[in-house]
């Protein structure tokens, strides 16, 4: 790990029904780059949700 990361434990679900889910760690100086690097690392569909605070991106732009 470089100095000033930390790691980031990233869970996600499919569905909003669906448990969260363990997928894999990342890390990151603070939140907003942890939630980046998780996006980038795994699948964007599970990290990307149209829901705060999860996405990246206004509601709409998500959703495209």
């Avoid at 869970?11 to 990151?28: Q, S, T, Y």
């Avoid at 980046?36 to 599970?46: K, L, N, R, S």
């Avoid at 949700?49 to 495209?64: D, V, W």
């Amino acid at each position: 790990m470089s100095d000033g990361d930390r790691l980031w434990e990233v869970f996600a679900r499919r569905k909003r029904a669906d448990h969260f889910e363990h997928i894999g760690c990342v890390e990151a100086p603070n939140p907003d780059l942890g939630r980046v690097y998780a996006w980038q690392t795994y699948d964007e569909a599970p990290v990307n949700r149209p829901e705060q605070p999860f996405t990246l991106h206004p509601p709409s732009e998500a959703l495209t």
